[in-house]
């Protein structure tokens, strides 16, 4: 039986639509503001799932004002055109526009150095080839926006008569971004999730380190004074206590990743096999080799591991 939207105001004009996806977490959180004015923060996945939300509340697709991104994977921004053809105005932060948009709009550009990664990497074509008709299939659910507005880190941004200001969050994407409304509510996006961390991956386009970018922002995050984290999945994390427990998973998945060096040289994706045992879903092989590659990039950008010559690449640890 298919997942119900669900619809429920978690702060003052402010309703969390949540929404089904066909995805392990099952549904994404995307936010309708709802004041001098109508907003949404993200978009979800299906169309008809948004649609059955804004329903029931009196609202359809012509009615929004502005589609705010706070990153550019699918089940946040795969509607970001179809609500940019109803009317709305889609804001993204400058950086997510050159990376993450830049990834839909110009999917070609972005395939061959893919598929050099994996190969560099040592992922089994047989896996290449796997991941590259799920990704066709994905895009045909994606409808990037033709214009969208560039925000900067800082600024502030008026949004259904609401004053938020803009923070850039990186680590999870390159330009994921939060708003922070003035009476604390943090609309966070996957900056920080309750249960489960973010995936922080490293791809042919991603930054060097986007583990070092991922825990800078749990830093800055643990510094802000809010009243109510809002995050696109699960319920609303302690937003303090939920950084501090962001940083020790990563450091006990660093020491994880040096303990399986230990062994002996390896490539990411030999590395991931370790690290994440088990049969698991195309999907969830292909987060858990880019994950297991942002630790060993960020180990050798630390100096506690380096990188081999040669083809496939192998990590070992240093002076090892």
Do not use: C
Not at 163 to 191: C, S, Y
Request: zero cysteines; hydrophobic letters at 45%; glycine letters at 8%.
């Amino acid at each position: 039986m298919q997942t119900q939207v669900q619809v429920e105001e978690v702060a003052s004009g402010i309703w969390r639509l949540s929404l089904p996806i066909p995805y392990p977490l099952k549904h994404v959180h995307t936010y309708l503001l709802r004041g001098d004015g109508v907003a949404l923060v993200d978009t979800g996945l299906k169309a008809g799932a948004l649609e059955a939300a804004l329903a029931e509340l009196g609202l359809g697709f012509g009615d929004l004002e502005a589609v705010f991104i706070t990153h550019h994977h699918p089940d946040h921004y795969a509607l970001a055109g179809r609500l940019e053809a109803h009317g709305a105005q889609v804001l993204m932060l400058e950086e997510e526009i050159r990376r993450g948009h830049a990834f839909w709009t110009d999917f070609e550009a972005w395939r061959e150095p893919g598929h050099r990664a994996f190969i560099e990497h040592g992922v089994p074509e047989t896996f290449i080839e796997g991941f590259a008709r799920e990704m066709d299939e994905t895009r045909k659910r994606v409808f990037p926006p033709q214009n969208p507005q560039g925000l900067k880190d800082g600024q502030t941004l008026d949004l259904a008569g609401m004053r938020f200001w803009v923070l850039a969050t990186p680590g999870h994407a390159e330009g994921q971004a939060a708003l922070l409304r003035q009476d604390g509510v943090l609309i966070a996006g996957d900056a920080i999730l309750d249960r489960v961390s973010p995936i922080i991956a490293r791809w042919a386009y991603s930054n060097p380190d986007p583990l070092a970018d991922f825990l800078a922002t749990l830093n800055r995050l643990a510094e802000l004074e809010v009243s109510l984290t809002l995050s696109g999945h699960f319920n609303p994390p302690d937003l303090k206590a939920r950084t501090k427990a962001l940083r020790l998973h990563h450091a006990q998945r660093l020491q994880a990743t040096i303990e399986a060096l230990k062994a002996g040289p390896m490539t990411a994706w030999e590395a991931s096999l370790v690290l994440f045992p088990g049969e698991l879903p195309p999907t969830q092989r292909r987060f858990a080799w880019a994950e297991t590659l942002a630790h060993l990039e960020h180990l050798r950008h630390q100096g506690e591991v380096v990188r081999l010559a040669g083809r496939p690449a192998r990590y070992a640890l240093a002076g090892g």
